[in-house]
């Protein structure tokens, strides 16, 4: 797999109910972002994740990191149908050798759609 | 809240044809990236811009792709001469200067459209 692999692909759920989103990566990390993508906009910053981190909430947010899994979980608590969206996962690799321009390597997402 | 802006939101171009799609980032940021999403696929990192340089490219960014900041508030992605294949919605970010701890602020997109 490549790095920064969602799963599921696809997640439907009631308003109210938790979503969760995971992501595996593949490489050793600076720090792991999830945006989320509303249909046919850019994408918007949730959250940031350092790689000395092992979890982080932002309002209904919750976002862990097991680095030696190599993996991520975005959990949303008491979902809105305004969080229907993409969810992406995307890391920052060090550079060997030099400085790291923090590009971002993303995965495919998790569509989510939550129903009223 | 400051915000990254990019012109045209759509853009159709004959195959061959040259195009340039628009940037502007957020003020006082430092580090700049154009990424691309082709229908149905991930994200992709294109180009890194820092110090009115190009830090860091991908194997997508070849010869018909440029980048410039042509004043203190551009930043533009030149595509010489496209393919179809450049089909895409075209994303600017930009960045802040404290580190690469720090969330890139993305743009809405330019979707460009190659016939």
């Known amino acids: 797999s490549q790095q920064g692999e969602e799963d599921p692909q696809a997640l439907s759920i009631q308003e109210g109910e938790n979503a969760t989103m995971n992501c595996s990566y593949k490489?050793?990390?600076?720090?792991l972002q999830w945006y989320r993508q509303n249909s046919g906009r850019g994408l918007v910053h949730l959250i940031l994740?350092?790689?000395?981190?092992r979890e982080k909430h932002s309002g209904r947010l919750r976002v862990t990191l097991d680095t030696s899994k190599k993996s991520s979980s975005l959990l949303i608590t008491a979902s809105r149908a305004a969080d229907t969206a993409s969810y992406f996962c995307a890391t920052v690799t060090p550079k060997a050798g030099g400085t790291s321009y923090g590009k971002l390597t993303f995965g495919q997402g998790t569509i989510l759609t939550v129903h009223p | 809240e400051p915000e990254v802006t990019q012109t045209p939101s759509h853009q159709v171009t004959q195959m061959g044809q040259e195009v340039i799609l628009r940037c502007v980032p957020i003020s006082n940021h430092l580090y700049f990236y154009w990424y691309r999403q082709i229908l149905g696929q991930k994200v992709e990192f294109l180009v890194s811009f820092y110090n009115n340089e190009i830090s860091e490219k991908s194997e997508i960014f070849d010869d018909q792709f440029s980048v410039e900041r042509p004043d203190g508030s551009n930043f533009t992605l030149k595509i010489r001469s496209t393919k179809l294949e450049d089909s895409a919605m075209y994303f600017c970010a930009s960045r802040g200067t404290q580190g690469s701890n720090q969330p890139q602020h993305f743009g809405d997109g330019t979707r460009l459209s190659i016939l």
């Open positions: 490489t050793s990390i600076n720090n």
């Open positions: 994740i350092r790689s000395n981190e």
